[in-house]
T-cell receptor, first 114, second 114 residues
Framework: GAGVSQSPRYKVTKRGQDVALRCDPI?????LYWYRQALGQGPEFLTY????????KSGLPNDRFSAERPEGSISTLTIQRTEQRDSAMYRC????????????FGPGTRLTVT | AQKVTQAQTEISVVEKEDVTLDCVYE???????LFWYKQPPSGELVFLIR??????QNEISGRYSWNFQKSTSSFNFTITASQVVDSAVYFC???????????FGKGTMLLVSP
């Protein structure tokens, strides 16, 4: 079956622009997670959803970052007024539910802010 | 707070050698889950295994085996008879009951040369 998909795979944007990153989870997966991975580091949690409800956004670095999952399926992570420090790999994962089942990751979006 | 330490930044072996990747975790929770993920050069994150804190039995899957020891808070991963295709970054991760997000270590890069 289809895995987690993310788009775009690569995004280059200029400082100050807004970007929207999309995640399409595995069909039927209740939970959806966003992580950010810097070069040479492990992924770091940003936020997660069960169905359409945002359960935890404690990992979002500041109020320029927001996420939504309006219909409990596709999710969008939006970064407003991008800065160079936002450059990273943004990874989305989904799991069957939120009870610490394994998370399956998408290919990621490599964001470069120039 | 949870913490995962992978002290080995990079390991180089020759094909057919056995190699063990170390993972030490910290948590105050009594119910938790441990994971290993593989990130090959292509960049995706591939789920390998999930263990819960109540099951200390070692697990073997083909050339892969995992040794979980609560007494030392370790969840080590051994690859027997390594192959070039095993070259990747390997991440150990932890989640706790009631909070399903993953805390990752910094990863260990494994280089297997022919």
């Amino acid at each position: 079956g289809a895995g987690v998909s993310q788009s775009p795979r690569y995004k280059v944007t200029k400082r100050g622009q807004d970007v929207a990153l999309r995640c399409d989870p595995i069909s039927g997966h209740v939970s959806l997670y966003w992580y950010r991975q810097a070069l040479g580091q492990g992924p770091e949690f940003l936020t997660y959803f069960n169905y359409e409800a945002q359960q935890d956004k404690s990992g979002l670095p500041n109020d320029r970052f927001s996420a939504e999952r309006p219909e409990g399926s596709i999710s969008t992570l939006t970064i407003q007024r991008t800065e160079q420090r936002d450059s990273a790999m943004y990874r989305c994962a989904s799991s069957l539910n939120g009870h610490s089942y394994e998370q399956y990751f998408g290919p990621g979006t490599r964001l470069t802010v120039t | 707070a949870q913490k995962v330490t992978q002290a080995q930044t990079e390991i180089s072996v020759v094909e057919k050698e056995d190699v063990t990747l170390d993972c030490v975790y910290e948590t105050r929770d009594t119910t938790y889950y441990l994971f290993w993920y593989k990130q090959p050069p292509s960049g995706e994150l591939v789920f390998l295994i999930r263990r819960n804190s109540f099951d200390e039995q070692n697990e073997i899957s083909g050339r892969y085996s995992w040794n979980f020891q609560k007494s030392t808070s370790s969840f080590n991963f051994t690859i027997t008879a390594s192959q070039v295709v095993d070259s990747a970054v390997y991440f150990c991760a932890l989640s706790v009951a009631g909070y399903s997000t993953l805390t990752f270590g910094k990863g260990t890069m494994l280089l297997v040369s022919p």
